[in-house]
C-alpha cells in the first residue's frame, strides 16, 4: 500500500510539472509578473515597466530563425526604433545550461555587439521559470504587453515561417504591425499568430 501511495504521489507531481511546462497566457489578459537579473547583473522585474509598452522576445543565438533575424540586421532594427520610441524591449534565453546557445554574460555580450542589438535589457532564464510561466515554444517567440500591463500580442515575428532571410521583405512583421496599432490606439489585426523557429532548449 505504502509503495502504491509514493507511486500516485510521483505521478501527480509529474501531472503538476507537466502542467507547468505547458502553462500559456492569453491574449487580453494581465501578463504574469517575474523579476530577472540581466546580464550586466541588474534586477528587473515586468511591474517595473508598468505604464510603457513592453516586448518579450524569447531568443537563442544558435538557433537558424534567430540568426536570419538578426544577421539580417530585422531585429535590431526593430529594438532601435521601439526603444528610441520608449517601448521596452526585453530579450529572454530559457535555455538550459549545456544547450545550444545558453551562452555565458560576455559572450551574450559579444554576440548582441556583433549583431548591432539593442535590447533593453538581456536575461537568462537558465531554470526555464519565466519560458514556461509565458508557455514560450520557439526562439523566437514574441509577446507585446501594453502600457496597462495586458498582454495584447502573442506568436510568431512575422507571417513567413522560414530561415531565409529573403522572406523577410515580403513578409508581414506581426510584432511592429502591433506595435504600431498601440501607439495610434487603432485594435491589433492580428493579436495572435503560431511562432516558428527552434524549440526553446529547456
Not at 531585429?75 to 545558453?102: C, D, F, M, R, Y
Not at 509565458?134 to 526562439?139: D, E, P, Q, R
Request: contains cysteine; glycine residues 8%; aromatic residues 8%.
Amino acid at each position: 500500500m505504502k509503495i502504491l501511495k509514493k507511486f500516485l504521489f510521483a505521478l501527480a507531481a509529474l501531472a503538476v510539472l507537466a502542467g507547468a511546462a505547458r502553462a500559456t497566457v492569453e491574449v487580453g489578459q494581465p501578463a504574469p509578473d517575474f523579476t530577472l537579473t540581466d546580464i550586466k547583473t541588474q534586477t528587473h522585474s515586468l511591474s517595473d515597466y508598468k505604464g510603457r509598452i513592453v516586448v518579450l522576445e524569447w531568443n537563442n543565438p544558435g538557433c537558424p530563425f534567430v540568426k536570419k533575424h538578426y544577421e539580417s540586421g530585422n531585429i535590431p532594427a526593430l529594438q532601435k526604433a521601439a526603444t528610441a520610441g520608449g517601448i521596452v524591449w526585453l530579450t529572454i534565453n530559457s535555455g538550459a545550461p549545456g544547450n545550444e546557445g545558453a551562452l555565458s554574460p560576455p559572450e551574450i555580450k559579444a554576440w548582441l555587439q556583433e549583431n548591432a542589438a539593442m535590447p533593453t535589457a538581456y536575461f537568462c532564464d537558465a531554470d526555464g521559470k519565466v519560458g514556461h510561466l509565458y508557455g514560450a515554444k520557439t526562439t523566437p517567440d514574441m509577446y507585446v504587453i501594453n502600457a496597462d500591463g495586458a498582454l495584447v500580442y502573442k506568436g510568431a515575428i512575422d507571417s513567413i515561417r522560414s530561415a531565409d532571410a529573403a522572406d523577410i521583405a515580403r513578409a508581414t512583421n506581426y510584432v511592429k504591425a502591433a506595435l504600431d496599432a498601440l501607439k495610434s490606439g487603432q485594435p491589433i489585426a492580428k493579436p495572435v499568430s503560431e511562432p516558428y523557429g527552434c524549440s526553446v532548449k529547456y
